[in-house]
């Protein structure tokens, strides 16, 4: 729960905001996907997860959601022990999650979706929404069209608007940058950045480690189930386990984006 900052003498203590403690969990009985595998967000923090395929990114996501069984370990948010909750109850509690696909419901209009987002506090739906509409206009010039005329990018917004009505507290996002043009791609980290900078704790997890690591305050490295690696984007950029096994020849590129903030 606690961190120790690096670099001198004075040591800061902070409180996690969400927390997953030597997780094992998995879809099947017997099979375990994650096999001890810790993440930790700290107030304010935009966290990057990233590795290589079937490492186990989605799974470390959904177990924080309560969507696969954790069988040992924890998960706490602040000083609650959410292990294995429920997804509604985790949601009323301030945590959003943000799935890799089948995100929208496609048949109901923009606005519905968002009004769904809400449904537990309908009291504040119209000022949620405004809020939305300021953050994402595109959805609200296009608010009473289906979300299945949606395009990949859009709908990834929606999907992201939707789990921001409620105001959560932490967001976890699945890959929001997949199968989006560079530019939207870029948009996408910016706005995710922004909506960070709203005092929202992001943990996101991307295919994009390049761009992940530039954006991000601190990252996790996931490999076979475990978080092999962690620290800051330029850390683990250059990290030369981290370069060998996924990112080739990143660390300037990291440097130089940092040095332009
Ligand atoms: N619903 C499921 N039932 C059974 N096994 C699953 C299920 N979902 C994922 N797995 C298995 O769990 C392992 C980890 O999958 P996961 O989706 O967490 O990986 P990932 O790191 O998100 O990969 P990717 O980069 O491809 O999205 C894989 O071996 C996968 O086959
Ligand atoms: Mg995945």
């Not at 602040?78 to 949601?91: P, S």
């Not at 096994?245 to 590129?253: F, H, N, P, S």
Request: charged share 25%; proline share 4%.
């Amino acid at each position: 729960m606690t961190q120790q900052q690096s670099g001198g003498t004075a040591t800061e203590t902070r409180k996690a905001v969400v927390e997953a403690k030597d997780v094992v969990a998995g879809y099947i009985p017997g099979v375990n996907i994650l096999n001890g595998c810790s993440l930790v967000a700290y107030p304010g923090e935009m966290i990057g997860i990233i590795g290589p395929n079937g490492a186990g990114k989605s799974t470390l996501l959904k177990a924080m959601f309560g969507l696969v069984k954790v069988h040992s370990g924890s998960v706490t948010l602040g000083d609650r022990d959410i292990t294995n909750l429920r997804t509604n109850q985790l949601v009323e509690m301030g945590v959003g999650f943000v799935p890799q696909t089948n995100n929208v419901f496609p048949s109901l209009s923009i606005e519905e979706n968002l009004r769904m987002g809400l449904f537990l506090r309908p009291k504040k739906t119209r000022e949620r929404l405004d809020a939305m509409w300021d953050l994402f206009p595109v959805l609200h010039d296009r608010r009473n069209q289906s979300a299945g005329a949606l395009s990949g990018g859009e709908r990834q917004s929606l999907a992201m608007a939707r789990a921001l009505m409620m105001e959560p507290s932490v967001l976890l996002l699945d890959e929001p940058s997949a199968g989006l043009s560079p530019v939207r791609q870029d948009e996408t980290f910016l706005r995710t950045r922004r909506i960070n900078k709203t005092g929202v704790c992001v943990v996101m997890v991307e295919q994009n480690a390049r761009r992940c690591l530039q954006i991000c305050d601190r990252g996790y490295v996931l490999d076979q189930g475990k978080d092999a690696h962690t620290g800051t984007g330029r850390d683990l950029a250059n990290d030369p386990k981290v370069i060998a096994l996924y990112l080739g020849t990143l660390a300037e590129d990291v440097d130089s984006e940092r040095e332009q903030h």
